[in-house]
Structure formats: C-alpha cells, structure tokens
C-alpha cells in the first residue's frame, strides 16, 4: 500500500535533505506494510516473491512468534535494487517513520556507491520473481517433493561460494608453450666453466630432472586446474545433473551471490545508515516534541547486548571517529609517531577532511578492510572491546584480553569470507574414480562436525559419487568421508 | 504487491516439524528433556535436524569472539550466566532450533504414531454439568450487568420518539426504564470429566532412574488424556508401608525407604473416589507404579480383593505399571495377570528401561478406554 499523504509529504522531504547531504541513491519506494505483512516480508528477506521452500516458513514461525511474544519488531526493511524498495510498518509513529525513512537513504546510497555492490543484480525483485516461476515449473513437471529434496541440497552449499570472485578477472589458463618454458627453466644447472661441466652438472642429473619433468607433464592435468573455491559452480558444470537440476542450482547461486556483498559490508552498511539518519533526524527533521522519543529509538537500535558487537554501534562510532580524525587530521606518520599523550589528545591540524573521507571510506571500503584500516587502540578503548573465549573449566565464557592486537585479529578472523568457512574443490577426479575432494581451508576454527557430515550427504546427493572433505579436528589433519552410505573420519 | 505464499512455506515448514518429532518420538519420550521446558500449553523441543546444514564454524565448546563492555580479564564475559548454568543453545554454531509444540498437537503426534483409539468416555449422556451462559436481556439487574449498547438504544429510541433529539441536536439520557441487563439461562450440556489418580511406590528400591520413567510416562499419559477430555483432574498418592496424598512436585521428587504395602495406596485410592469422584459422574483413571515388590503374599491377596470389589466397579480402567528395578522381585505383576486373566479393565505393563515407555503407553492408552 502507498503511504498516507503526510508521509509522502516527509518523504519528499527527506530525500531532499538526503540529497542536500550529498547522498545519492536510486529512486526509493516505500511500502506501508502491517505486522504481519512485515513478517512476512522480512521472511522473504525482503522479497515480495520467492520460490516456495519451507525455511521461508521456518523464518515466518521464528519472527511472526517472537512479534507476537513483543520480544522483536523490525522497524527497517529495505531491499537493494534499482528503485529500492522499502517497507514502513502501519501503526508506528511519525517519528518511528521518519527514522526509518532517513535510515533507508542512507542504505540507499550505500547500496548505490559502495563498490563491493557494483555487480549485484538492481532488478533483483523481478529477477527473484523469475526465480519463483520457473522453480515453481520444475515443481508441477517434477514433483513438489523431489524439487524440495532439491533445493535443500543447494541451499545446504550455498554460502560455498568464491565472494570476492565478481570483483576479480580469472586468471587466464597459462597457454602450453609458457608451461613448457617454465619447465625448461625448472631444469636445475649451475653455471660452470666447459672442463667442470661434467662434473658440477652431471648428464645423469640432468637427464634423470628431465625425465621427471616430461612425467609430470605426461600426467593428466589436474581437475580442477587450480583448487575452486567456488563449489557451487564447479558443481554446476562437472555434475551430473538433469536440466531442471541445473537450473535450479544456477538461480540458488546467482541468490547468493546476489546476498553476499550484505554479509560482507554489514559493520559499515548499518553504520553508514545510522550516522545519516542520526545526522537527518538531529539536524533538520526533529520537531522539538519528538527529541525524547528519537533518543529512545536511538538508543535501542544501538545498544549493546552484553558481550556482543552490534554492527550498527560499531559502524556508526567509527564513521563518526573516522569523520574526527580526519577533521583534525589526527592520521599519517607525524601524528603516529607522536609519543607525547598530552599532544596527542589535544592534536588539530583544522584539515577539516572528515566528511569528504567518510564519503570515501564508503565508496571503497568492505568490513574487513574498513576494521583493518581504522580500527584504532583508542578507539578499542573508548568502546571498551575485548575478546572473550569458552572456558571449559568454569563452563563459561571469559574475557581473554582487551589488547587492541587481539580484538583486531579475532575481528578480522570472524569477518574474513563473510564469516563463511573457506571451502575448495581441490580434487574432481580423486583417484581416478570420479570421487570430489573438497578442503576446508583451516585458520583457528574448526568446522562443526555434526554439520559437515550433513552437509556432505547433500554435496553427495549433487555429485552422486563418494565425497571428502578434508579438515582439521583439534589440531588433527581429518578427512571426513561419505560414500552414499556410511560416514567415515580418517587421518590424512 | 503482497501474495502470501509465505502461508503455505508455513505449513509445510509445520509439516516437517511433525514429521520430524513423529520420526524420533521415541527418542523424544525416552529422553526426558522436554518435560522440563512444558510451559503451560506448550513445550519446547529441540531439534537439531531441522534447519538446514552448512559447512560453518563452531568447535564444541562455546567458541571465541569479541564483545563490547565491562570487565577485567579472566572475568566472565559480560551477559554470562553465572556459573553453574551453563546453556548450551546459547553458544555460537550450535544450531539447535527449539520448536514449540502445543501439547494438544503433541497429543496428536502420539496418536497417530501409536495409533491410539480415541477414547470412548463411560456413560457419555449421563454426565451432564450445568453451566450459565448469558444469552438474554431482562429489566433489573446488578449495575455490573448493565448492556450498555442496548441501554443507550432503548434511550436513543425513546429521546427521538419524544422530539427532543434530532438532527439539530440533543442529550440522550437514559432514565430506568431504559436500563436494560444481561440475563443468564442456566444449561445442562454433556460433560466428560476425567480424572488421573497417580499411585508410586517410594520405598527404598524405587530409584532416581525409575523415578524419572515414571514422570515420563505420567507426562505422556497426561497429555493424552488431557486432549481427550475436557476438563481433567489429577491427585497423586504416594506410598511405602503407608499411603499418602501429595502434590506433583513432592510425587516425583519423594524418596522415602521402608516396606511397601500396595495395599495402603488402593485403599487411599478408593477412599478419594468414594469422596470426590462419584463414578457415574467421572471417569476415573488410576494408575499405579511400582517395582512390583509387596510386602506380603497376604497384603497382595488383600490388594486384589480391593480391585476385584470396591476399585474395578468405579474405574475406565486400571493400569499398573511395573518398572523393572534391581531390587525388585516384579512378583506383583505376575500375581495381576494370574488375577485378572480375561479383566479388560485390568492393564499391566512391563518397563523395562526408558526405551520401554513407549510401548508402555501404547498398552495403557491402546484399549481406547
């Protein structure tokens, strides 16, 4: 439904002053939703449509109870695509709506400029819709249980995706002549004089590296060429799937890369929004009646829950710190090199830089990089970071160390890949029996074991040949095993 | 642009759900953890099986992370339980998804799983209870019944009539005569009552491990009965060398040592059917759980002459379950059995070990009595 007139006529406004803040986002439409419409929607994850698969309805039970119970509303709802849809739930208040409004264009902006969403998909609502026919075709020609039975199998490996392969151009398969050159070259001969040639470079050497060259080069080139990271394509094109198979997984994966530039900005997405609309609300759009309830919201969305990292919380405060520092050009050699606390604290040099950086920052910058750049011992201080692990022996979770070293490390650790695991194809062929080994690329976390199992019976119902993966379980090089019937974990 | 497919994902999802607690509903009742997590209408199970699995991060233990907030090093993080409460579905990565059930549903899921007959309440027709609906309106009556919308309309009608209210204006004043209140109409309507009279042995060789089959298959019996009837009562008596009447909590949880006499807990039995539950108005379930060990040959032979005249007449049926002990004899059973050969209303059951409750239930509950 459209909004009620005095909400178009804020909407107007906000996206003026939006743009007088130098935002620049597609045009956005919002949708008055009720509860339950809300629901339902942000089942979807914020689709009006999508294919029929019942943990859009495990996602429907979750949230519609936890609204019911008034233990969670969503407030924001909004989708990146060209225009942007967003959604505004019936019955809340005008200053509720106002926040969310200058909330959206903040997300809006963001979708349209930052770099890591250049390659998504803007049409994605009809894209999505498309989706929705065609699998609901394979359903009425194949079965609605087979179908099902389908897309739990791709949708158990869709986060076994390569994310930052759109932003890169594979590396061209090395021509035969530059392989051969480069083995020539491999062949090991020092330089000698003529009369010790024999001796420093002896021709059975020679002849016996030369042979062992010709034999790795005689031997099948390996498949894949190089370890594939993303499975869901390699699978796409070596398994033996039926057409509509095919079909389906392809449009599972264009969904997730579709997704998966929002796991990978969600820190400074939420915080970019949230320093707009706290500007917007503050600066222009409060009547003075309404500063109370605005604080209140405010607050809530930034809170913290003890223990946790709430993205908004830290997005915001790091644009904000970023915006500071720059202002007061506290950045670069001479102002890390200064030892002097008393100095340090009281640093301006009046550059005034701020806004034009966080522009910047936003254009170019994913979480990793944004947490990897400016993340700073100060700023760890003031937010009062650390880092926490499992205590088997007290049964509970500890505070493990408030080093700026630390927290930044396990920070990175828990963003690097979307916070996915690094899975690769290494080996289509293991054997010579058709046999898919897959590695788990092992930095400090371990897999969940009950879970990889699982997951490997999907992978094998795909690749209808026996199935590896290898990984590492306490230390412990593991292969985990399924051949269709029984589960095996060897030692590798 | 709405379209709610979302209500057919739903169900589905619900669907599975059933499904996935009917494929494991023996494991469901053999492990007693839902019991635990019954609200009042619901319970809560966890079923880690249901979403979707991935290939995701998550030792066994609770993990590591970064968090925000107070504390020293070595300190509990912030939001920790205190110690002593470990939740595991808290951690990160373990991805146990907890679905809520209506015990009426659950109900449901035992049935069709066990293929229990539904009920056939006794005397059907002959229990009746009265209750009161409001259905009319009359003229006197207490303030706090006053109906208010026909008050106001017999006013309304009476002003206009009168030309004192129109169009330009007016006051609608009610005088007495248009008060108008809610009139009840007394209604017999047919009502099966039902009630659970729970009878343990305590004594000495009755251990936590029966104890605890015991409370299982209270629950399940429970929330069978409860979704048969209507309105249910349950009374539990627990007894060693003597009987005594208590309350749920102190059912389960009593551990007293001492001789057994079943004897005492029938008579107490038959006593609180003959105050409370008059037969033709109840139908009365008690059901008796015990490691089968009786005191004597004499207080058994006493036992039996208790069912055969004064219990069996009043009762649906009677169940005696038997849990096999290290202690006990499991004589009583067989004395039973040998008792009432051919007695419908008489039902044994051996249990074994917790992964016997099921089949218990299916002999207690599959008569459809």
């Not at chain 1, 449509?49 to 909004?78: C, N, P, T």
């Amino acid at each position: 439904m459209t909004l009620p007139p005095e909400l178009q006529r804020e909407q107007a406004r906000i996206r003026d002053i939006a743009s007088e803040c130098g935002l620049d986002f597609f045009e956005t439409i919002f949708e008055m939703v009720d509860g339950d419409g809300m629901n339902t929607v942000a089942s979807y994850e914020g689709f009006p449509v999508r294919y029929r698969h019942w943990r859009f309805g495990m996602g429907y039970d979750q949230i519609s109870k936890s609204y019911a119970w008034g233990m969670s509303k969503i407030y924001e709802l909004v989708i990146n695509n060209d225009p942007c849809y967003a959604y505004l739930l019936r019955g809340n208040s005008t200053v509720d709506q106002k926040l969310v409004m200058a909330h959206v264009y903040g997300h809006c902006d963001f979708f349209k400029n930052n770099l890591w969403f250049q390659p998504t998909n803007r049409r994605m609502v009809d894209e999505l819709a498309s989706h929705a026919t065609r699998i609901q075709r394979h359903m009425d020609r194949e079965g609605f249980d087979e179908v099902e039975a389908f897309l739990d199998s791709c949708l158990s490996i869709e986060n076994l995706i390569d994310i930052y392969s759109p932003y890169t151009t594979p590396p061209a398969a090395r021509s035969a002549q530059a392989r051969e050159e480069e083995e020539d070259r491999a062949v090991i001969r020092f330089r000698a004089k003529d009369y010790m040639e024999s001796f420093i470079n002896p021709p059975e050497f020679l002849a016996e590296q030369r042979q062992r060259l010709e034999a790795e080069r005689k031997r099948k080139p390996a498949f894949p060429e190089r370890p594939e990271r993303d499975v869901m394509r390699f699978l796409l094109e070596n398994a033996p799937l039926k057409s509509w198979q095919r079909d389906t997984l392809g449009m599972i994966r264009d969904e997730a890369y579709y997704f998966a530039p929002q796991r990978l900005t969600k820190i400074m997405n939420e915080g970019w929004a949230s320093y707009w609309h706290s500007r917007m609300m503050t600066g222009h759009l409060l009547e003075p009646g309404e500063i109370i309830e605005y604080a209140e919201r405010h607050a809530g969305a930034m809170a913290v829950q003890p223990g946790r990292i709430n993205p908004y919380k830290i997005g915001i405060e790091l644009f904000r710190d970023i915006e500071e520092r720059w202002n007061r050009g506290r950045f670069g050699k001479e102002y890390e090199e200064c030892d002097d606390l008393d100095a340090r604290r009281a640093w301006d040099t009046g550059l005034g830089e701020g806004r034009t950086k966080i522009f910047e920052v936003r254009r170019i910058y994913n979480d990793v990089t944004f947490i990897d750049e400016f993340l700073t011992p100060e700023f760890c201080d003031a937010q009062r970071l650390f880092t926490y692990e499992w205590n088997a022996k007290t049964n509970r979770r500890e505070i493990t160390s408030r080093d700026f070293g630390d927290i930044k490390g396990q920070l990175l650790r828990s963003l690097a890949n979307g916070g996915q695991p690094i899975i690769e194809v290494v080996e289509g062929n293991y054997a010579n029996r058709g046999e898919l080994v897959l590695r788990h690329r092992h930095d400090d976390a371990d897999l969940q074991l009950g879970q990889a199992r699982e997951t490997l019976t999907h992978v094998h119902r795909l690749w209808t040949r026996p199935v590896h993966l290898e990984t590492t379980v306490e230390g412990r090089a593991r292969r985990l095993s399924y051949d269709g019937k029984t589960h095996e974990m060897g030692d590798r | 642009m709405m379209v709610h497919t979302i209500d057919l994902d739903h169900s589905r999802f619900k669907h599975i759900v059933r499904g996935a607690i009917r494929r494991d509903l023996k494991k469901h009742i053999a492990n007693g953890a839902m019991i635990a997590r019954q609200g009042a209408k619901t319970v809560s199970i966890p079923l880690p099986q249901i979403d979707l699995p991935r290939f995701r991060f998550g030792s066994n233990e609770g993990g590591s992370g970064v968090g925000q907030g107070e504390g020293e090093v070595g300190d509990p993080a912030p939001g920790e339980p205190q110690p002593g409460r470990a939740e595991a579905g808290e951690a990160p990565g373990e991805h146990a998804l907890e679905v809520e059930v209506t015990l009426e549903e659950l109900a449901k899921i035992l049935g069709e799983e066990l293929q229990l007959p539904n009920i056939q309440p006794k005397g059907k027709k002959q229990v009746t209870t009265e209750v009161h609906r409001y259905t009319g309106l009359r003229r006197i009556g207490p303030a706090s019944l006053r109906h208010l919308r026909r008050t106001f309309k017999r006013a309304l009608k009476r002003e206009i009539a009168s030309g004192r209210f129109g169009p330009k204006g007016g006051m609608v004043v009610p005088i007495r005569d248009d008060m108008r209140y809610r009139a009840w109409d007394p209604r017999t309507i047919p009502e099966s009552n039902a009630v659970i009279l729970y009878m343990m042995d305590v004594s000495g060789s009755m251990g936590d491990e029966q104890k605890e089959i015991v409370r299982i298959e209270a629950f399940w019996i429970d929330t069978w009965l409860r979704s048969q009837y209507r309105h249910i009562e349950t009374r539990y008596i627990v007894h060693d060398a003597e009987a005594k009447e208590v309350d749920q909590h102190t059912f389960f949880h009593l551990r007293e040592s001492g001789g057994t006499k079943i004897s005492s807990a029938y008579e107490l039995c038959n006593t609180l059917i003959d105050r409370d539950y008059p037969p033709d108005e109840w139908n009365i379930y008690p059901l008796h759980f015990s490691d089968g060990d009786n005191w004597s040959g004499g207080d058994t032979a006493r036992c039996l002459e208790l069912l055969r005249h004064q219990l069996l007449p009043k009762v649906n049926v009677f169940c005696y379950g038997q849990v096999r002990s290290t202690y006990g004899s499991g004589q009583f059973k067989t004395d039973l059995d040998n008792a009432f050969p051919d007695e419908p209303r008489v039902l044994t059951s051996d249990i074994p070990d917790k992964e016997g409750i099921m089949a218990s239930i299916r002999e207690f509950l599959g008569s459809g009595k």
